[in-house]
């Protein structure tokens, strides 16, 4: 019985691991229309009225931010630095 429930536990773990984005950006899902938003990147956006994006979810991530870290493929990340430009957009 353990065996079994640890071997459910190491499926479960491993099919977590290709979904949303991994630690180094890498992007696994496209579901929030990352790839097509890359253009972003190097702008500012000031909040998402500015932002026309067939995204279901957006979210804006700024210095200092807290972030839950669940993964939501529908979720369109968009990274900014301090300054409001964009540096990173990618689903999760």
């Excluded at 099919?15 to 190097?42: H, I, K, P, W, Y």
């Excluded at 500012?44 to 493929?73: E, W």
Aim: proline letters at 3%; charged letters at 20%.
């Amino acid at each position: 019985m353990r065996a079994v429930i640890i071997s459910t536990l190491v499926v479960g773990l491993a099919a977590c691991q290709g979904a949303g984005t991994a630690g180094g950006g890498a992007e696994f899902s496209d579901v929030c229309n990352a790839r097509a938003q890359q253009d972003l990147v190097g702008g500012r956006i000031a909040d998402m009225a500015s932002l026309a994006v067939a995204a279901p979810k957006v979210r804006f991530i700024d210095p200092g931010d807290s972030v839950t870290q669940d993964q939501q493929p529908d979720r369109l990340n968009i990274v900014r630095d301090g300054n409001g430009v964009v540096t990173r957009v990618y689903c999760g």
